[in-house]
């Protein structure tokens, strides 16, 4: 592994279905964060983790959630999926989640609700 | 909500051009990040510039930031067809709850023609 892996690559999913998106780094970073990007829409914060055993919500948090149990991983999951959730979705990481910091992406998950 | 607001949204030139993209922004940052997202890929960093700095260099980029017209652009000289990508600025600040967060415009699709 190096840097940032996600899985799925894509994904087709019901409406109503459960969906945990994977996010593994091996960089011993501190903070992750997860992001949708969307047409024309740009960018938007999901969820953010500053160190192992915290998160926070970001710009767009209503029907997701994450969990940081160790350094290396940030699972998101989708309770249940909605149409509007469909969207391409990064997975971040940066150093300790100071002012200075470069953010490294993942290359994202592609998913779609129907 | 969106803090950074490229322009414009795309462009499109001649490879040897010089490309210049426009990022206007609305309230005090720490500092101002560009990205590179080639199509279906992730975001990767480009150049980081503090609110103290009125330019930067890396290679063939050039990046200005006026702090005072909140404003900042960024140049590609010289491009190359494989410059041909999505870029979006960043303005970083810290959240109400203490946490530092990037904040992503909507990005300028830039095409260089060979």
């Known amino acids: 592994i190096a840097g940032i892996t996600q899985a799925p690559t894509s994904q087709i999913l019901a409406a109503g279905r459960r969906m945990t998106l994977r996010c593994t780094q091996d960089?011993?970073?501190?903070?992750m964060y997860w992001y949708r990007q969307d047409l024309g829409l740009g960018l938007r914060l999901i969820h953010y983790s500053n160190t192992a055993g915290t998160t926070g919500k970001g710009e767009v948090p209503d029907g997701y959630s994450v969990s940081r149990a160790n350094t290396d991983d940030f699972p998101l999951t989708l309770a249940s999926a909605v149409p509007s959730q469909t969207s391409v979705y990064f997975c971040?990481?940066?150093?300790?989640?100071?002012?200075?910091?470069?953010?490294?992406f993942g290359p994202g998950t592609r998913l779609l609700v129907l | 909500s969106q803090q950074g607001e490229e322009d414009p949204q795309a462009l499109s030139i001649q490879e040897g051009e010089n490309a210049t993209m426009n990022c206007s922004y609305k309230t005090s940052i720490n500092n101002l990040q560009w990205y590179r997202q080639n199509s279906g890929r992730g975001l990767v960093h480009l150049i980081l510039?503090?609110?103290?700095?009125r330019e930067k260099h890396s290679g063939r980029l050039r990046v200005t930031l006026d702090t005072s017209k909140k404003s900042s652009s960024l140049l590609i000289t010289a491009s190359r067809a494989a410059d041909t990508a999505s870029y979006f600025c960043a303005t970083g600040s810290y959240s109400g709850a203490g946490s530092y967060q990037l904040t992503f415009g909507k990005g300028t699709k830039l095409s260089v023609i060979p």
């Open positions: 971040a990481s940066s150093l300790t989640g100071g002012y200075q910091e470069t953010q490294y």
């Open positions: 960089m011993r970073h501190n903070a």
């Open positions: 510039i503090r609110s103290n700095e």
